[in-house]
């Protein structure tokens, strides 16, 4: 599998939330950029395991992306947080991202890997990115594919 595609997919995916009326539109790279326009989302950390099927036939992926949400009002920052990390709905992450996984037989991310699945939220709190402060929280989502890509 190759990263920076893969990266890249994810953060298209992520641009499809529907954030509630007055809120300006998510903002989605698939980097840590050095400076955002919040709300923003962006694909960071990953780790790596290789060779979990014999010949490269299958590695494993773990990503660490952010959400992260200008705190102008604390209350509000965190509802409109709190709807991007739900399960479900149309501000939910988790379930735009899981769009990318295609319909079945086909592969995930366009054809860049077989399968990925956002599993868990964590690190719910104030974040310092580029010298500003803001509401946010990372998502974990794995992605599995072919390692000799």
């Given amino acids: 599998m190759q990263i920076s595609p893969i990266r890249d997919a994810i953060a298209d995916a992520a641009r499809a939330v529907v954030l509630p ?69 149309p501000a939910s992450l988790k379930e735009v991202i899981e769009v990318a996984r295609g319909g079945p037989g086909e592969y995930a991310l366009g054809g860049l890997a077989h399968d990925l699945h956002v599993t868990r939220v964590q690190g719910y709190r104030w974040y310092e990115h580029a010298g500003a402060t803001y509401v946010g929280a990372e998502l974990t989502i794995q992605v599995i594919g072919e390692g000799s890509t």
């Fill in 21 to 89: 009326d007055g809120i300006a539109k998510l903002t989605c790279t698939g980097y840590v950029p050095d400076s955002i326009n919040a709300p923003h989302f962006f694909v960071a950390e990953y780790e790596q395991e290789y060779d979990k099927a014999m010949a490269r036939g299958l590695d494993e992926l773990t990503f660490t992306s952010r959400v992260l949400v200008s705190r102008t009002d604390d209350r509000f920052a965190q509802r409109v947080l709190d709807g991007m990390l739900s399960g479900s709905g």
